[in-house]
């Protein structure tokens, strides 16, 4: 064999391992990034002391949108808007929750209570002092829209509100807790 053919060998090899551990960096990357199948429950305290258990809410057929956001947020801002009109069009169907992320030093609660009332938020908000679920939900900005199905699955997420809410919102043969008339 050629020097050249040796060192055209090596360089395919080469190339192959890079894409090999390409290969296995996206497995294991898709593996920390898919959601836990043994997630601890979702319970929710709002601003006003207000429990909310989310699992039990989406097991009754009720699917829970979460809108993490923030005060200072301009992009937040343009949204509200959006908002306030999907939680008065599905508020009924869809359980929707503020979640601002910040610990006391960096968020002052009577401003996120001034701005939600600003902005139109009718919904329950969720101050999430410990980051806790912008770490379960992976959260790196703002605004994040999640909407959590069956099991806790994430049915969406996005930047925005979804442009369809039909697809989230359950028809009243699968909401077990209310009866038809």
Request: proline fraction near 7%.
């Amino acid at each position: 064999m050629t020097r050249r053919a040796r060192c055209e060998r090596v360089r395919h090899a080469s190339s192959l391992a890079r894409t090999a551990r390409r290969g296995a960096l996206a497995v294991l990357l898709l593996a920390a990034w898919a959601p836990c199948a043994a997630a601890e429950p979702l319970e929710l305290v709002d601003m006003n002391g207000g429990r909310h258990d989310a699992d039990a809410l989406i097991a009754a057929g009720h699917p829970v949108v979460l809108i993490f956001w923030n005060t200072w947020c301009r992009s937040c801002k343009g949204e509200a808007p959006k908002i306030s009109r999907a939680v008065d069009e599905y508020g009924e169907t869809l359980q929707f929750f503020g979640v601002i992320s910040g610990p006391n030093r960096v968020i002052d609660d009577e401003k996120v209570r001034r701005v939600a009332r600003e902005w139109g938020y009718a919904h329950p908000q969720i101050r999430d002092r410990d980051l806790a679920l912008a770490k379960r939900f992976r959260i790196f900005g703002t605004p994040v829209v999640i909407v959590l199905g069956d099991g806790g699955r994430e049915l969406y997420r996005g930047f925005r509100l979804p442009d369809d809410w039909g697809p989230f919102v359950p028809t009243p043969a699968a909401q077990p807790d209310r009866e038809a008339s």
